[in-house]
């Protein structure tokens, strides 16, 4: 009793609480977490008296046990957004989205599908009948083409610009090109097809490209049935049918929903038919859907995207001209000339000295567009693809052990506990193991840290495929960042 100060200040302010027993020390409740739950499964909330060690109050006092919150008005802990956020001064602070009636919406476009099945050559008749590129240049083409023994090749030199495309005929890097209409605006992404010359038969390219656009967030699948006017098909409906009865089924797996994820549309890349007009009346008559432009410009369904949430840009490449400059891709939040970011997963903080929306400088970026940063503070050296830009009072996540939702699409055995394949992201299980097909929760485990998030919060930064062989064999979503 002699080490006891009766004069002492009481932790509990509750003046009919029970007096301190020596040997049972007061322990205060626990402050609270540095950051908010974020784990995908609820949380329960521990109960402060857990926590205490002196004696239980009587029962008549038992309405009494919370008084020590009462007292926390007093000493007001900080929530975790005022202890990030206060501190932060003027050029942190991130930017306020506001609406000036200049943006359009961005819709990206990604052609994929297997070699030889004319990606670029219709991404290129988008271009001519869209405006973007001449017919003077247009003609140019077709005499470079035609001089080389490559008539039927000159649409697709819009998309593939460098030598070695021209010269195979194959697209060896991701074109991308842009058109505008009245209310959008289309980024093009023609990507390279490659391996056998087989479509969607098992090994062929389109099988394993619906996998990965599935992966990386595609919300709507555009089926292009190209070559319809070919001698060997002369715009029949059953060869259109067919094709659409071997993809729907497969594509259902994959997630795409048939009714609203999903449209055929026949066309005919070398003389653009239903490409923005119909052909006549003759050819494809049994088709009474729209064109293809119409249909992304007036059916697409609008995407939402969250502009004023906390940056998010995902960085694809990186190069050094007068500067670090970084391509990629903004999936959450503003950004404007002058802001100060922070590059995860080095949390290395930069200035933003000069902004390019599809290669067109301006002052503003906003979710959904494809952009360049010139940034300062940073070297080339310092960042690779996959890294993460974000708002400093909001910063992404890294980790190496994470818990996912994996469905398995191929696999030649069954996946157990210790079994490595490769994981590709932006760049502990009950059940014994999984196979072909199945779906499960499991606990993967990288060799280095990355970024990632929880696919319910920010769900572009928490998709991933998993490849083996050269093989994709499954894709999964993560639930919860463990470590």
Request: charged fraction near 30%; proline fraction near 8%.
């Amino acid at each position: 009793m002699s080490n006891w100060n009766v004069n002492a200040n009481s932790f509990v302010p509750n003046v009919n609480a029970p007096v301190f027993v020596p040997g049972q020390p007061y322990t205060p409740p626990a402050p609270p977490a540095p950051e908010p739950a974020e784990d995908w499964e609820a949380q329960a909330d521990p109960s402060p008296q857990e926590e205490q060690t002196a004696p239980a109050p009587p029962a008549e006092e038992a309405p009494e046990a919370p008084a020590p919150e009462a007292a926390a008005p007093q000493k007001k802990e900080p929530t975790p957004e005022e202890d990030v956020i206060a501190p932060l001064a003027k050029k942190f602070q991130r930017t306020v989205y506001v609406e000036d009636g200049t943006h359009k919406e961005h819709i990206n476009i990604v052609f994929v599908g297997h070699v030889d099945a004319g990606k670029s050559t219709i991404g290129g008749q988008l271009m001519f009948l869209t405006g973007m590129v001449d017919k003077r240049t247009l003609e140019k083409y077709e005499r470079e083409a035609k001089e080389k023994g490559r008539e039927s090749w000159y649409l697709s030199w819009c998309m593939d610009t460098n030598d070695e495309e021209r010269e195979k005929g194959k697209t060896v890097e991701v074109g991308r090109a842009y058109f505008e209409t009245e209310k959008r605006h289309f980024t093009i992404l023609d990507a390279p097809g490659h391996k056998s010359f087989t479509g969607f038969d098992r090994g062929g390219q389109t099988r394993e490209h619906s996998m990965l656009v599935k992966t990386a967030g595609v919300k709507h699948l555009v089926i292009l049935v190209n070559k319809m006017d070919d001698p060997t098909v002369k715009w029949e409906e059953e060869r259109f049918k067919e094709i659409e009865g071997k993809l729907t089924p497969y594509l259902r797996k994959l997630g795409f929903n048939p009714k609203t994820d999903l449209t055929y549309i026949p066309c005919s890349g070398l003389t653009g038919s239903f490409i923005k007009d119909r052909p006549s009346a003759s050819d494809g008559s049994w088709y009474t859907g729209p064109c293809f432009i119409e249909f992304i410009d007036v059916l697409l369904p609008s995407y939402k995207r969250d502009f004023n949430g906390p940056v998010r840009c995902i960085v694809c490449e990186k190069y050094s001209e007068m500067g670090t400059v970084i391509i990629g891709k903004m999936e959450s939040g503003c950004v404007q000339k002058g802001d100060t970011l922070v590059v995860m997963p080095n949390k290395h903080p930069v200035q933003v000295l000069q902004i390019w929306a599809d290669d067109v400088e301006t002052e503003r970026v906003v979710a959904g567009d494809n952009i360049k940063f010139k940034l300062k503070g940073i070297e080339e050296s310092e960042l690779q693809a996959g890294f993460i830009i974000c708002s400093p009072d909001s910063l992404a996540k890294t980790g190496r052990v994470f818990d996912a939702e994996v469905l398995v699409l191929e696999h030649k055995s069954i996946i157990a506990s210790g079994y490595s394949c490769v994981l590709h992201i932006q760049s502990a299980k009950r059940a014994k193991f999984v196979k072909q097909d199945e779906k499960c929760i499991m606990r993967l485990e990288s060799g280095e840290p990355f970024v990632l998030e929880p696919f319910k919060e920010y769900p572009y930064l928490g998709r991933f495929t998993l490849r083996d062989e050269g093989k994709t064999i499954a894709i999964g979503k993560v639930l919860k960042v463990i470590e």
